[in-house]
């Protein structure tokens, strides 16, 4: 305890404190009196000297008691909830500008998503308008499409050469995944198994019907008709035979297409006349009628 401070002990308030108590302040000042009166060989120093002994103690005391309640009230201070720090002006800043760059980010990503999408579909309308005209086209040449089956197969892979993969990859992968390669291999597989078919189900043999005798130096029609392997006649015949002679002297055909023959006067005996259409042939022997 500092000397400035047991000097402010002897101030007024420090004794009128400690007077006006009724513990210490007037039982001490009467009891100070009553030992003077017995005890007058006593100085006045020392009694002041045993006041100022009280007052320190009194003093100390104090002091404690205010150091305990201080201790008491301290932990309650401590549970106080401790309110983090924000974020500075500049973390805020720097926060926004990122959310803002990744908005725009997202935005991009997006616009370019639907940009591809729109382009793939105006490519999916081009694709199937070509494709209407060429169902219109094959239908409208049905028998050159029949006669030509893989020519027909790639007109009508044409269209799909409009279309774009969903997605770009390279390698294996992005070619087998390619819906112009997968239409393309899908064509092309159903028309081999339609010509397979068709061979199977096709023209096996042509009879060529029997004029009779034929007079020398008249023409005439010849005409034909192809067979199945059981001998009935094809729901579909071929569009064209062709004609041939053995013997053109005596009989021949203007047009190789044309049934249409003509004879000499000097035909005699009988000419071989042959016959081929939808992969099959068909022979007749010609009699010339004789005087």
Same mark, same amino acid.
Do not use: C
């Given at each position: 305890?500092?000397?400035?401070?047991?000097?402010?002990?002897?101030?007024?308030?420090?004794?009128?404190?400690?007077?006006?108590?009724?513990?210490?302040?007037?039982?001490?000042?009467?009891?100070?009196?009553?030992?003077?009166?017995?005890?007058?060989?006593?100085?006045?120093?020392? &009694?002041?000297?045993?006041?100022?002994?009280?007052?320190?103690?009194?003093?100390?005391?104090?002091?404690?008691?205010?150091?305990?309640?201080?201790?008491? &009230?301290?932990?309650?201070?401590?549970?106080?909830?401790?309110?983090?720090?924000?974020?500075?002006?500049?973390?805020?800043?720097?926060?926004?500008?990122?959310?803002?760059?990744?908005? #725009?980010?997202?935005q991009d990503s997006l616009r370019r998503t639907l940009e591809e999408?729109? &382009? &793939?579909?105006?490519?999916?309308?081009?694709? $199937?308008?070509?494709?209407?005209?060429?169902?219109?086209?094959?239908?409208?040449?049905?028998?050159?499409?029949?006669?030509?089956?893989?020519?027909?197969?790639?007109?009508?892979?044409?269209?799909?050469?409009?279309?774009?993969?969903?997605? #770009?990859?390279?390698?294996?992968?992005?070619?087998?995944?390619?819906?112009?390669?997968?239409?393309? $291999?899908?064509?092309?597989?159903?028309?081999?198994?339609?010509?397979?078919?068709?061979?199977?189900?096709?023209?096996?043999?042509?009879?060529?019907?029997?004029?009779?005798?034929?007079?020398?130096?008249?023409?005439?029609?010849? $005409?034909?008709?192809? %067979?199945?392997?059981?001998?009935?006649?094809?729901?579909?015949?071929?569009?064209?035979?062709?004609?041939?002679?053995?013997?053109?002297?005596?009989?021949?055909?203007?047009?190789?297409?044309?049934?249409?023959?003509?004879?000499?006067?000097? $035909?005699?005996?009988?000419? %071989?006349?042959?016959?081929?259409?939808?992969?099959?042939?068909?022979?007749?022997?010609?009699?010339?009628?004789?005087?």
């Amino acid at each position: 305890m500092s000397q400035t401070w047991l000097d402010a002990i002897d101030t007024e308030e420090i004794g009128e404190g400690i007077y006006d108590s009724e513990d210490a302040g007037e039982g001490s000042y009467y009891s100070g009196e009553a030992e003077y009166e017995d005890l007058g060989e006593e100085s006045r120093s020392a &009694r002041r000297r045993r006041e100022r002994q009280r007052q320190i103690l009194l003093a100390r005391q104090r002091q404690r008691q205010a150091q305990l309640r201080s201790q008491q &009230r301290a932990p309650l201070r401590q549970q106080r909830p401790v309110r983090p720090a924000g974020p500075s002006p500049r973390q805020t800043i720097n926060a926004v500008r990122s959310l803002d760059l990744e908005n #725009k980010l997202e935005q991009d990503s997006l616009r370019r998503t639907l940009e591809e999408a729109n &382009r &793939r579909a105006s490519r999916a309308t081009w694709a $199937a308008v070509a494709s209407t005209a060429v169902d219109q086209g094959l239908a409208s040449f049905v028998t050159d499409a029949q006669n030509h089956p893989y020519v027909a197969a790639g007109v009508r892979f044409a269209p799909l050469l409009f279309l774009s993969p969903e997605k #770009k990859r390279g390698g294996v992968e992005g070619f087998a995944t390619d819906p112009r390669v997968i239409g393309g $291999a899908a064509i092309l597989g159903i028309a081999l198994l339609g010509n397979f078919r068709t061979r199977a189900q096709g023209a096996n043999t042509v009879t060529i019907g029997n004029p009779g005798d034929i007079t020398p130096g008249v023409g005439g029609t010849l $005409a034909a008709v192809a %067979l199945d392997r059981n001998g009935i006649p094809l729901s579909v015949q071929p569009a064209t035979f062709t004609w041939f002679s053995n013997n053109p002297n005596y009989l021949s055909f203007p047009s190789a297409t044309s049934g249409t023959y003509t004879t000499t006067d000097s $035909a005699a005996g009988s000419v %071989l006349v042959t016959a081929q259409g939808g992969g099959a042939t068909g022979i007749l022997w010609v009699t010339f009628a004789s005087d």
